[in-house]
């Protein structure tokens, strides 16, 4: 029973190609997010949505466009797709509040 | 803006020694403070948490970390690691009753040798 399951766990693609992530959760949860970990571990939020509705777009290049079709999953389209791109993408989900996020297992993006 | 410092970006111990890892928070609000571990190739896992109460909190696997408001920190420790804990350690603060957005440190290597 995996909680927060993302695909493809890994994705090689070259430069200039659109590619998109998917997120889905099973827990119930009416928020869920996308982290960026890059090269040196660093992670960052991109984006969160809650019952839907985006609530948190950092700085995040408009090539970003999250989706979330329903409250149980979150997307990520990713255009003209760019050599520092290159990072490991993490869904996480989690009820509003004060409550922990959880995370999904990554995914390895290499743009080449 | 919040941010989160984590003074040791590389650990290397021993089986059975003991663990002190920092955190420290900028922040003058309430706030919520975890732990996360990730090992190797696999997703971040949630250690631990602190939203309220007793400062000292305990998680899984033998940890626990000791929030002091009065030095914005909240450090984890365990006091005899094994070659298991392996792992990228991270350090996250919310602030608290606002929107779930965890703000992390750079995170620690912690390498155990048998």
């Known amino acids: 029973d995996t909680a927060v399951s993302q695909t493809p766990k890994y994705l090689v693609t070259q430069m200039g190609n659109d590619k998109s992530i998917k997120c889905e959760q099973n827990l119930g949860h009416d928020t869920m997010y996308w982290y960026k970990q890059d090269s040196k571990k660093f992670l960052k939020i991109m984006f969160s949505y809650n019952n839907k509705e985006l609530i948190i777009n950092e700085t995040v290049p408009n090539r970003f466009s999250p989706k979330s079709p329903d409250k149980a999953h979150l997307n990520l389209h990713i255009n003209s797709l760019e050599l520092g791109d290159s990072a490991v993408y993490f869904c996480?989900?989690?009820?509003?509040?004060?409550?922990?996020?959880?995370f999904g297992q990554g995914t390895r993006l290499t743009v080449v | 803006a919040q941010s989160v410092s984590q003074h040791n970006h590389h650990v290397i111990l021993s089986e059975a020694a003991s663990l002190e890892l920092g955190c420290n928070y900028s922040y003058g609000g309430t706030v919520n403070l975890f732990w996360y571990v990730q090992y190797p190739g696999q997703h971040l896992q949630l250690l631990l948490k602190?939203?309220?109460?007793?400062?000292l909190v305990k998680g899984i696997k033998g940890f626990e970390a000791e929030f002091i408001k009065s030095k914005f920190s909240f450090n984890l420790r365990k006091p005899s690691v094994q070659w298991s804990d392996t792992a990228e350690y991270f350090c996250a603060v919310k602030e608290n009753g606002g929107y779930n957005k965890l703000i992390f440190g750079a995170g620690t290597r912690l390498a155990v040798h048998p």
């Open positions: 996480a989900s989690s009820h509003q509040g004060n409550t922990e996020a959880f």
């Open positions: 602190y939203f309220s109460g007793d400062p």
